[in-house]
């Protein structure tokens, strides 16, 4: 779209000029017009300036990502926690520590992309946990094509019921899955 | 009933798979800060050079950029994906440094001196060709000083478009401007330059 103050006195968007002259696309009035032919000109000479500074070596400092981590890590969101069967209690873990044991755990499995994942302490512990504490996890993912959903999904819970137990000794309360795309192959055509 | 899946073979650990930029960005807005310093390793060269690019001193670039991605952790909650993430990050970034060029130039009261970029002066490496080798760094050399002539609004929105290659549209998404503000910046820009460095042509 053109800017009013910035036309040429030929009526043209001289950033249009420019951009078509990168493509090679000057139209014909393009290449016979001084204005349009001077547009060009000038682009062209601070575009090879700025082609010159793109490529001038720039390094990250080495101390720039483990600053930023320190940082990140020391803000860690605080989340809820759950207490650990452990004789003589006293042991915590966080919902947060519990979502990415079982993210690396369930990074293994190759046909499944985990997107989200959420653990939180179960409101209601089923009967049959005879007081054993249980988590609800709660997951979204892709799965790569074609995929036995039903299949995956079982297998998927059954990885994520182990990691509790033996990572942190809890019980799955229940384990939900939300299949939000599949992972098509890319289009090569 | 579903058997479990079997046991990892003993052995030195599998390689990760890479994870696509979006689920990172998923995962670290859960608070997943091991996806957050995945996030960080991509993206902190370009983020650097941005600042650098800006503030013409490396310390004040690497303040800037650490601060940009400590605030892009704190805000990751909000981002919802209405801009790709590497221009969410552009725009933070560029805040930062302009933020810090103003506290700078308050406490100085003096223009910032582009020519003075340390980091961006390592000599160009290219030129097995001494002539073009010593072409280039001149032409480097004139184009830092006419930078340095450039009001700060102009300069970042034309460093964002011919240096990183951004769109119009992200350059007025980066800069917090409409698009055609930002094409006129742009604009504006590239013609003072090309008439600083009129003996080029």
């Known amino acids: 779209m053109a800017i009013s103050d910035t036309i040429l006195p030929c009526g043209r968007d001289p950033l249009e000029v420019a951009d078509h002259a990168r493509a090679g696309r000057l139209d014909e009035h393009e290449r016979s017009c001084p204005y349009c032919q001077s547009a060009a000109a000038e682009a062209g000479l601070v575009r090879r300036a700025a082609g010159e500074l793109a490529g001038a070596p720039v390094d990250a400092p080495a101390t720039l990502l483990p600053g930023i981590m320190r940082t990140v890590w020391a803000e860690l969101r605080s989340t809820d926690t759950v207490a650990l069967p452990v004789t003589g209690g006293g042991v915590l873990v966080t919902t947060l520590a519990i979502a990415a044991a079982l ?49 995956l999904a079982g297998t998927c819970r059954q990885l994520t019921a182990d990691t509790l137990q033996t990572q942190f000794g809890l019980r799955p309360h229940r384990v939900d899955i939300d299949f939000i795309d599949l992972d098509l192959p890319e289009d090569t055509s | 009933m579903i058997d479990p899946p ?67 952790w704190r805000r990751l909650p909000q981002f919802r994906g209405q801009a790709q993430f590497s221009t969410w990050l552009y725009r933070i970034v560029t805040n930062q440094a302009l933020n810090q060029l103003r506290r700078r130039q308050r406490n100085i009261d003096s223009s910032v001196d582009i020519s003075d970029l340390a980091a961006d002066r390592q000599p160009v490496s290219s030129a097995d060709d001494p002539y073009q080798h010593s072409e280039t760094n001149a032409l480097l050399s004139d184009l830092r000083a006419a930078l340095a002539g450039l009001p700060d609004e102009l300069r970042v929105c034309w460093l964002l478009r011919e240096v990183d290659d951004r769109s119009y549209q992200e350059v007025a998404e980066i800069a917090g401007i409409n698009l055609d503000t930002a094409r006129g910046r742009i604009y504006r820009a590239r013609h003072q330059l090309a008439e600083a460095m009129a003996s080029w042509r």
């Open chain 1, 103 to 151: 993210r690396h755990a369930l990074d293994d499995l190759p046909e499944l992309t985990i997107h989200s994942c959420s653990a939180d302490t179960a409101d209601q512990p089923s009967p049959e946990a005879h007081g054993a504490p249980e988590v609800s996890v709660h997951i979204t993912a892709t799965a790569t094509y074609p995929a036995q959903l039903p299949g």
């Open chain 2, 6 to 72: 079997a046991p990892a073979e003993a052995g030195p650990p599998r390689p990760r798979r890479p994870l696509r930029e979006d689920v990172l960005v998923i995962r670290a807005r859960d608070g997943d800060a091991r996806a957050f310093e995945q996030l960080v390793r991509r993206h902190q060269r370009a983020m650097y050079a941005v600042g650098l690019r800006i503030l013409a001193d490396a310390d004040d670039a690497e303040d800037a950029t650490q601060n940009a991605f400590v605030a892009a």
